[in-house]
């Protein structure tokens, strides 16, 4: 049979609490003759302890009837407040009747006093205080730390869908503005129309599987990032060029999906790309495991239009995976990211 367990540190609270309580007790009723005769010492001893564990089953009972009566932190005060009446309750019969157990027994050197016993229950009003506070303490915290542990759980699985969400944008963005970028060949030159849409092909088939995590290795996306340029070429020629400057070291760390690709076409987006013009992306690493994309500015007259999933997509990114925000400087001169490589 189990045996009801208000708390899962009832074992540890009894370890502590019943040696205070049984020897308390027994020195206030019994006096100084307890701990002077080995065969009371040992009778009272026994008595109280059988006496003290079925007062703290049936305070367990009690307590866990209120705790089922009034869940929740909103009724603290009126459960702790019932808990400590009626286990005071139950806790001062209990010691009546082992007072009655010494008196009928008879106990050796015991002798009823009413003033001995009024001082017990006082005692055990005292105690009885103690550990209701102790066990509403315990019962609150857990309480508070499984809702904050929900908390987290909901929070998580939040930001979890924001960003598949937000994952989930660029991939329309993307084939939206190329497809715009084929249409427009189709009719200027066949040729590079057919040339771009086979790139656009391999291109897309990396972008279908970088939905599969948060984070991705550079040396991933600086492969992706050299297709996604012959892509660019086809349409922009020498207007356009990348340079690449990574150590080794920053390879093999991690980033956003897409990261990259979303900085370069910001890039080509905003920028006058033309022969005598043309626009240079350097993607180059730093001795603090930072990435830097930086392209010479020569903003276009007219604002290009945007959907609003660029840069503001990459500081969301990196926002909910809990890393340091990316830093945008521009000088007038030159536009430059920074990115912390995880």
């Known amino acids: 049979m189990k045996l009801p367990s208000y708390s899962k540190h009832d074992k540890l609270l009894q370890i502590v609490v019943l040696p205070i309580v049984i020897g308390s007790v027994n020195w206030i009723l019994i006096g100084e003759a307890y701990w002077q005769h080995a065969n009371t010492f040992w009778l009272a001893t026994l008595l109280t302890l059988a006496v003290s564990f079925e007062n703290w089953l049936v305070n367990n009972y009690i307590s866990l009837k209120l705790d089922q009566r009034f869940p929740g932190l909103e009724y603290y005060m009126r459960r702790a407040a019932w808990r400590y009446i009626l286990c005071t309750i139950s806790s001062c019969l209990h010691y009546l009747v082992l007072f009655a157990i010494y008196r009928y027994l008879p106990l050796p050197h015991f002798v009823a006093d009413p003033i001995r016993l009024g001082f017990t229950l006082l005692f055990i009003v005292l105690i009885v205080l103690v550990v209701v506070f102790v066990y509403e303490g315990i019962h609150n915290f857990n309480h508070w730390a499984e809702s904050r542990q929900e908390v987290d759980t909901l929070s998580k699985a939040q930001l979890q869908a924001q960003l598949d969400a937000l994952r989930q944008q660029v991939n329309p963005h993307f084939l939206f503005n ?18 771009f849409a086979e790139e656009l092909s391999t291109v897309y088939r990396y972008l279908l599987r970088s939905n599969e995590g948060p984070l991705t290795p550079l040396i991933n996306e600086l492969e992706f990032i050299r297709s996604y340029y012959q892509l660019l070429k086809t349409r922009y020629g020498d207007a356009l060029r990348l340079e690449i400057n990574i150590v080794p070291e920053a390879e093999v760390r991690q980033l956003p999906p897409l990261t990259l690709q979303l900085l370069i076409e910001n890039a080509v987006k ?3 790309i033309l022969p005598d013009q043309p626009l240079t992306i350097s993607l180059m690493s730093d001795a603090h495991h ?3 994309i930086s392209n010479n500015l020569q903003r276009k007259p007219s604002r290009a239009l945007s959907n609003g999933v660029g840069l503001s997509n990459i500081l969301t990114k990196y926002e909910m995976l809990g890393q340091p925000a990316p830093s945008v400087e521009d000088d007038g001169q030159e536009f430059r990211v920074v990115l912390s490589l995880v």
Not at 178 to 195: F, G, V, W, Y
């Open 178 to 195: 190329s497809l715009n970028s084929l249409i427009s060949l189709i009719s200027e030159d066949p040729r590079q129309a057919e040339i």
């Open 270 to 272: 905003h920028n006058i």
């Open 290 to 292: 930072r990435l830097i």
